[in-house]
């Protein structure tokens, strides 16, 4: 409460199924300041399923609602000031675990109503944002789907960053994009249609998921959009034998993340956006592998342990896709505030493979833990070759 009451909070989010009040109809409440008639107030903005309300209180008014919001007991906290971030997450238990961290000077908006430059904005008629339900006919975001809207525009902030090094604007031909586990396709059909219709660069894109319920709604979307060069397939990631330039993979779980970066690998993708999800297959891996002592505090609680295999999963991954030939980037997808798998790997192919740096850090990382990641499974002989012909 005395964060967000603070002269320097800039956002808040409560979300995650209530421990306490299982039963509130609120899914999740957005929290920020903002001026009113020139007047500070705090904003509450509640999502239900269908709807949302917003209120702009008082300070003396907003202590009432923060109280009460505390009482429902949200799963999830998280709130941003100028200075930092704290993020509290209540485990099924019951039990907080308290993140905090330091972040640049962040100045809050607060206009009532604002803009932002987005790849594809708010207050303007989208034709693909309203056939998938996100935008209204007069381009205003539905309350449930801000999320979504946020998750799309993010996605496409960087794929915009790392397009123009891929040479892929202006190549010859359409860029042909693979997304790996396409789920309800939000991102596959975003990402085709900033392409074509926004960047003006002509691009085919096929979605794959090995749920046929999700690809049937997918195809039917597109369908409707009446738009060439989409099509879905029903499959298992990597065992596809199309091309692609571009390979996307939003929190595919587990080791269908190797296998997707391992597709893009095999299909010389110019750029790979992958989201992972969860990390089960290291985690295991990581309770057998009878770690040093010095090591066995990081892993004694199951939270931490889990924290440790998701970050030493990615850094294998990272440093295999550099092993391949690929510059990594590891960043922030979105805030934490939407959703807590938040990290990218993302991978520029540069064609030189075997970087010797990246073969003895792999190395090196392998022989600590004492594990053997999936990926290697996923890349198989062309990386077991390069790993043995490192010196």
């Keep these: 409460m005395t964060a967000v009451l603070g002269g320097d909070f800039v956002r808040a989010t409560f979300g995650g199924l209530p421990r306490r009040d299982p039963g509130t109809a609120w899914i999740r409440v957005v929290v920020r300041p903002v001026e009113v008639r020139g007047e500070p107030r ?23 609602t923060l109280r009460g919001l505390h009482a429902i007991g949200f799963a999830n906290v998280y709130v941003r000031t100028r200075h930092g971030e704290l993020e509290i997450r209540l485990s099924k238990k019951g039990k907080a675990h308290v993140s905090r961290r330091s972040v640049g000077e962040a100045v809050p908006d607060s206009g009532h109503n604002r803009q932002k430059e987005l790849p594809l904005p708010e207050g303007r008629a ?12 007069d381009g205003q975001v539905r309350a449930s789907m801000r999320p979504k809207f946020t998750q799309i525009n993010e996605f496409l902030k960087h794929l915009q960053h790392v397009l123009e090094p891929t040479g ?3 190549h010859g ?6 997304d790996c586990g396409c789920g309800s396709s939000y991102l596959t059909l975003a990402v085709h249609h900033y392409l074509n219709h926004v960047l003006g660069v002509p691009a085919t894109l096929l979605g794959v998921d090995v749920n046929e319920s999700v690809i049937r709604k997918s195809v039917e979307k597109a369908e409707r959009l ?11 990631i990597g065992e596809m034998s199309t091309r692609a330039d571009i390979v996307v993979a939003l929190h595919a779980c587990d080791t269908a993340t190797d296998d997707a970066v391992a597709q893009a690998v095999r299909s010389e993708a110019k750029l790979l956006m992958s989201v992972p999800c969860c990390h089960h297959h290291l985690n295991r891996l990581l309770q057998a592998a009878g770690p040093a002592e010095a090591l066995k505090p990081m892993l004694r609680h199951g939270i931490l342990h889990e924290r440790t295999a998701d970050i030493l999963t990615d850094s294998f991954r990272a440093l295999a896709l550099r ?10 997808f979105v805030s934490p505030e939407h959703t807590a798998r938040n990290l990218m790997i993302r ?30 499974t996923a890349l198989g002989e062309p990386f077991q070759r390069l790993m043995a012909g490192g010196v």
């Design 42 to 64: 705090i904003q509450f903005e509640q999502f239900e399923r269908r709807q949302a309300f917003t209120k702009n209180e008082t300070r003396e008014e907003a202590e009432a």
């Design 126 to 137: 989208d034709r693909l944002l309203e056939t998938m339900g996100i935008l209204t006919a």
């Design 168 to 170: 892929l604007k202006s």
């Design 173 to 178: 031909r359409p860029v042909e994009i693979l």
């Design 226 to 236: 009446k738009e060439e060069g989409l099509s879905f397939a029903c499959g298992r």
């Design 323 to 332: 092993v391949m030939g690929y510059r990594v980037d590891v960043v922030e």
């Design 347 to 376: 991978a520029v192919r540069t064609g030189h493979a075997g970087e010797v740096a990246a073969v003895r850090e792999y190395r090196a990382l392998k022989e600590f833990w004492g594990v053997t990641p999936y990926i290697e």
